[in-house]
């Protein structure tokens, strides 16, 4: 079995992405999402990536942007995946030529298959809680919601955190994990130590 990857997502701070990529964070999300406390603007994002190393990668998050946003976003920022977050279809998600992850959101009565279905391109699915606001609410969803043999893909998210992670990661056993609030000094603020906590976690989880 193949180590969890990890992606610490919402980094406003340059030492924030140092801390990351220190405690081996896979993947580094910038969320361009005006209402989100941790949208950051196109300037201070291409600030952020040209911090990370080789094989670090670079994540977008949009939720229902406009198309010009995006491309305007992708001409100044070196993004390697897209993570869209909203309502957007699959034709939406695949015009940017980019490899790109779907976010499901998950409440009781979600068709998980149906959802994935309807979403073909994408390298993987990313589930987070429902939530107001689209995601990053830091609420844990009930992972008994999550299909046997799913196949596509598995980026676990929604209110992971260093004291559950570990669990996750052995009920679940994704392909990835995600995770903002659970790190977080304050919305946008991450704190080092809990990255570090975080990480460890997962690697116990991998064994
Ligand atoms: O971080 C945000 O503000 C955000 C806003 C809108 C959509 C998604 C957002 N973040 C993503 O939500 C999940 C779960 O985050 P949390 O760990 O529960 O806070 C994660 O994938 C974030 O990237």
């Known amino acids: 079995m193949s180590r969890t990857r990890i992606k610490i997502c919402g980094l406003t701070r340059p030492e924030d992405v ?5 405690a081996g964070a896979d993947a580094i ?14 300037e201070r ?9 080789p094989f670090v990668t670079a994540v977008g998050l949009f939720v229902n942007a406009d198309e010009a946003y ?9 993004l390697q995946l897209l993570q869209f977050h909203g309502d957007e279809d699959e034709s939406e998600c695949a015009r940017y030529g980019r490899p790109w992850i779907k976010a499901a959101r998950m409440r009781a009565g979600v068709d998980l298959v149906e959802f994935a279905a309807s979403h073909p391109g994408a390298r993987g699915i990313l ?7 689209y995601g990053g609410g830091g609420k844990v ?6 299909p046997h043999g799913f196949a596509r893909p598995l980026v676990l998210s929604g209110g992971l955190a260093p004291d559950n992670v570990a669990e996750a990661v052995r009920r679940v056993r994704p392909w990835a994990v995600d995770v903002s609030s659970g790190v977080e000094a304050a919305k946008g603020i991450k704190d080092a130590r809990l990255i570090t906590a975080f990480i460890a976690g997962v690697r116990n989880a991998d064994g």
């Open 18 to 22: 140092r801390a990351a990529v220190e």
């Open 29 to 42: 999300g910038f969320v361009f999402y005006p209402p989100s406390p941790r949208h950051v603007d196109v």
């Open 45 to 53: 994002a291409a600030e952020l990536a040209a911090l990370l190393p």
């Open 70 to 78: 995006v491309r305007q976003v992708l001409a100044r920022v070196p």
């Open 127 to 133: 589930l987070d809680a429902f939530v107001d606001g």
């Open 141 to 146: 969803f009930d992972w008994s919601l999550i």
